[in-house]
């Protein structure tokens, strides 16, 4: 299962107390307490694991370490580990205590969310002319503490959607090394399957149906994965008795649950067209085209059709990697 919303409890490292002691050779009786060391700080680490979010499925709640009590000798105590959490690219941290949120958006990138608490001044640092034997010392401070939401959101170029039994999982299988689940039933795919086309990343969602947005079938939550995806696929079934009030359909639950999504740029496949006979294919296919002009046929025993679609995957890998060296 794909973990993909979870919010848990994070604090930071408490700083260690400081402390009061005195140089034991009698002829030198200067203060000789340290400083305790900071605690940890905690980071966040973007992986391209896309399935990270479960190491946060069960333990809710995560603290870096605290730093060490000072020495009497001078010497600090040590700083607190860092706790460093991955999360997969495509993770929004919301702070839920400062509503502020940040997007993880390159693999490796560490981003400090919490800063552990300074170590406590040890009498050594209260020293001075009228005092050389100073008693005062400080504790170490509390650590930050956080309660994050996270949210990942994939980063994906395409996005499959449509009814269910439409054939996406079956074209993100011919098309990828993906091994997508396909069988003859709606609601095969329970969760987003990513496959990449040559470095070009195409996200199989799960079917909608009508009433999504409201909560029915499997709802829209998976719909957030595409939100970020500029090219949307439009899988519609030959099968389909109203092939265009299935395109209206999913239209009008994707703009439900998010207005962005239905300006997204989108081809219309009329998928499984070796299902009908080819008069009626092209019936429905020119009722559709009426809708959106990028309309083709696809049937995934049919290699010619499967060639015109990844003509459009080149298509939109090439742009994409022109808009990268622009980028650069
Ligand atoms: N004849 C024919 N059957 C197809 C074609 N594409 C898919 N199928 C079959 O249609 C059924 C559904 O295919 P899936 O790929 O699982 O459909 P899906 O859209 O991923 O369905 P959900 O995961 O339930 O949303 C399976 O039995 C496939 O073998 C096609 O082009 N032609
Ligand atoms: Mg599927």
């Given at each position: 299962m794909l973990i993909d919303d979870v919010t848990i409890k994070i604090s930071a490292g408490k700083g260690g107390d400081g402390v009061v002691g005195f140089d034991k050779n009698k002829f030198a009786l200067g203060p000789t307490g340290a400083r305790g060391g900071n605690g940890g700080n905690v980071y966040f680490v973007a992986t391209d694991d896309i399935g990270a979010l479960r190491a946060y499925r069960h333990q809710k709640s995560f603290a870096a370490e605290s730093g060490k009590i000072a020495g009497y000798d001078l010497r600090d105590g040590r700083k607190g580990r860092d706790l460093e959490l991955r999360a997969p690219i495509g993770t929004v941290i919301h702070n839920l205590i400062t509503d502020k949120k940040i997007e993880l958006t390159k693999v490796g990138e560490k981003t400090l969310v919490l800063k552990g608490g300074l170590g406590g001044r040890g009498n050594w640092f209260f020293r001075s002319p009228s005092n050389t034997t100073p008693k005062e010392f400080e504790v170490g401070k509390e650590g930050q503490k956080g309660k994050?939401?996270?949210?990942?959101?994939?980063?994906?170029?395409?996005?499959?959607?449509?009814?269910?039994?439409?054939?996406?999982?079956?074209?993100?299988?011919?098309?990828?090394?993906?091994?997508?689940?396909?069988?003859?039933?709606?609601?095969?795919?329970?969760?987003?399957?990513?496959?990449?086309?040559?470095?070009?990343?195409?996200?199989?969602?799960?079917?909608?149906?009508?009433?999504?947005?409201?909560?029915?079938?499997?709802?829209?939550?998976?719909?957030?994965?595409?939100?970020?995806?500029?090219?949307?696929?439009?899988?519609?079934?030959?099968?389909?008795?109203?092939?265009?009030?299935?395109?209206?359909?999913?239209?009008?639950?994707?703009?439900?649950?998010?207005?962005?999504?239905?300006?997204?740029?989108?081809?219309?496949?009329?998928?499984?067209?070796?299902?009908?006979?080819?008069?009626?294919?092209?019936?429905?296919?020119?009722?559709?085209?009426?809708?959106?002009?990028?309309?083709?046929?696809?049937?995934?025993?049919?290699?010619?059709?499967?060639?015109?679609?990844?003509?459009?995957?080149?298509?939109?890998?090439?742009?994409?990697?022109?808009?990268?060296?622009?980028?650069?």
């Open positions: 994050f939401r996270l949210e990942l959101k994939l980063i994906a170029d395409v996005g499959l959607v449509g009814f269910p039994n439409a054939g996406k999982s079956t074209f993100l299988n011919i098309v990828t090394a993906a091994k997508s689940k396909v069988a003859n039933y709606p609601f095969t795919t329970l969760e987003p399957h990513l496959g990449s086309y040559y470095g070009l990343i195409i996200a199989d969602i799960p079917g909608i149906i009508e009433g999504a947005s409201t909560g029915k079938g499997l709802g829209t939550k998976f719909l957030r994965h595409i939100e970020r995806t500029k090219n949307i696929f439009h899988f519609i079934s030959a099968e389909s008795e109203d092939p265009v009030a299935d395109y209206q359909t999913i239209r009008t639950e994707l703009e439900k649950h998010n207005p962005d999504l239905i300006k997204k740029t989108e081809y219309v496949f009329l998928s499984k067209i070796d299902t009908v006979p080819p008069q009626k294919a092209q019936k429905k296919l020119a009722l559709l085209k009426k809708e959106n002009p990028n309309t083709l046929p696809l049937s995934s025993i049919d290699d010619e059709s499967i060639e015109k679609v990844k003509k459009i995957l080149n298509k939109i890998k090439d742009q994409r990697f022109i808009a990268k060296k622009v980028v650069k």
